[in-house]
């Protein structure tokens, strides 16, 4: 992900306003590898900024994404999450109790379906998740 200022010019190129609220959701965003949900987001950009509007965090999320700055994932996890990693391809980990979620770098290029699977559908990307148990749920479960 872009750095404050690099966002800042990006969006002020396209015509769009940038207040301190967003750039500190983009800052928030650039420090996160944790896929916040927008809730989560709210939540932590409140901290510092006590009056900024869930709808102003939806907004900027989804300028971002509009210009290909993040990605929004459905993980399963319930709510909509967002992925700042842009720059590499990648695979997500997933705390199926927690729900936090780490990128793995994985490569599945061989990862082939059958012709006979496909179905006719031609297939343009593969998305891989593996399901499990992060370390601090593990170690809550065993105290
Ligand atoms: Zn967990
Ligand atoms: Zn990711």
Do not use: W
């Not at 770098?105 to 148990?133: N, Q, Y």
Request: with cysteine.
């Amino acid at each position: 992900m872009k750095t404050v200022e690099d966002l800042t010019e990006r969006f002020r190129e396209r015509g769009l306003r940038v207040t301190p609220q967003r750039q500190a959701i983009f800052g928030l965003l650039h420090a996160d590898a944790s896929h916040p949900t927008v809730e989560t987001l709210h939540e932590r950009a409140r901290s510092s900024m006590p009056t900024i509007s869930l709808k102003t965090v939806y907004q900027t999320v989804h300028d971002l994404e509009a210009m290909g700055e993040v990605e929004l994932i459905h993980l399963g996890t319930g709510s909509v999450r967002v992925d700042p990693n842009v720059e590499h391809a990648h695979h997500h980990l997933i705390c199926t109790v927690c729900g936090n979620v780490r990128d793995v770098l994985v490569d599945v290029r061989d990862l082939r379906l059958p012709a006979r699977d496909r179905r006719g559908f031609t297939v343009a990307d593969v998305e891989v998740h593996f399901r499990g148990v992060c370390d601090d749920c593990a170690a809550r479960q065993l105290s």
